[in-house]
C-alpha cells in the first residue's frame, strides 16, 4: 500500500524489556514524527526527523527513548527498560517536506505497546 | 509555543442533530489549522485544513472556518451520520513548524 506502516501492532513485553517499534513512511516523505498516545488522551509528541537527522528530540521523555532513521526511509523508536508508564499506542506520521508545519501529516494505524 | 484548546467530551447526538466541536487556538503569526479523525480501531486521518484566515475547510459535510478576530477553528455539521462516531482531534503546528500540537480530543457517539 501507499500509506505510513508500523510494525508490530501490537507489543506486549515485561517490565524492564527493551522494543523496537518500526515505522516505514510514505515514500518520497522527508519528514517523519513519531507521537505517543495513552488511553483516552491526545497525542504527545515525541520526535522529527527531517531526513535522517533529527532537529527536535524535545518530546522524549527520558533518555531510555531513542529513535533513528534510516536516509528518508525507516525509522525505528527503541524503549530500553521499559516501564508501565510507557504503556500506550506509539504512532508514527510523515509528510511530504517539513514546509513550516504547513504540509498534511499521514499517520500510520500505530503499535499498542503493553508492558506488564 | 502556539497551543490548541478544544472542546471537551464526550458528545452524544442523534443521528441529524447539528454538531459543534469548539477548537481556539494561541498562536504566533498565522499558521495553517487542521482538524483530524480517528475512527474506532484506526489511524488518524485528515479531515480538512484551513491554511490563512478566513479560509473554510470542508470534507464529507464537515466545515471548520479559519477565525483570527476569535483566534477560533471549531468543526460543524448540520446533519451527523453513526458513521460519524468517532475523536476528533483540532491541531496546529508549533512554533518552530517542526511538529504538530493536538488538542485533547472529543469523543462523538451518534446514535440511531
Known amino acids: 500500500g501507499a500509506g505510513v506502516s508500523q510494525s508490530p501492532s501490537n507489543k506486549v513485553t515485561e517490565k524492564g524489556k527493551d522494543v523496537e517499534l518500526r515505522c516505514d513512511p510514505i515514500s518520497g516523505h522527508t519528514a517523519l514524527y513519531w507521537y505517543r498516545q495513552r488511553l483516552g488522551q491526545g497525542l504527545e509528541f515525541l520526535i522529527y526527523f527531517q531526513g535522517n537527522s533529527a532537529p527536535d528530540k524535545s518530546g522524549l521523555p527520558s533518555d531510555r527513548f531513542s529513535a533513528e532513521r534510516t536516509g528518508e526511509s525507516v525509522s525505528t523508536l527503541t524503549i530500553q527498560r521499559t516501564q508501565q508508564e510507557d504503556s500506550a499506542v506509539y504512532l508514527c506520521a510523515s509528510s511530504l517536506t517539513w514546509a513550516g508545519g504547513r504540509n498534511e501529516q499521514f499517520f500510520g494505524p500505530g503499535t499498542r505497546l503493553t508492558v506488564l | 509555543g502556539n497551543s490548541v484548546t478544544q472542546m471537551e467530551g464526550p458528545v452524544t447526538l442523534s443521528e441529524e442533530a447539528f454538531l459543534t466541536i469548539n477548537c481556539t487556538y494561541t498562536a504566533t503569526g498565522y499558521p495553517s489549522l487542521f482538524w483530524y479523525v480517528q475512527y474506532p480501531g484506526e489511524g488518524l486521518q485528515l479531515l480538512l485544513k484551513?491554511?490563512?484566515?478566513?479560509d473554510k475547510g470542508s470534507n464529507k459535510g464537515f466545515e471548520a472556518t479559519y477565525r483570527k478576530e476569535t483566534t477560533s477553528f471549531h468543526l460543524e455539521k448540520g446533519s451527523v451520520q453513526v458513521s460519524d462516531s468517532a475523536v476528533y482531534f483540532c491541531a496546529l503546528p508549533e512554533t518552530s513548524g517542526s511538529r504538530l500540537t493536538f488538542g485533547e480530543g472529543t469523543q462523538l457517539t451518534v446514535n440511531p
Open positions: 484551513a491554511t490563512k484566515a478566513d
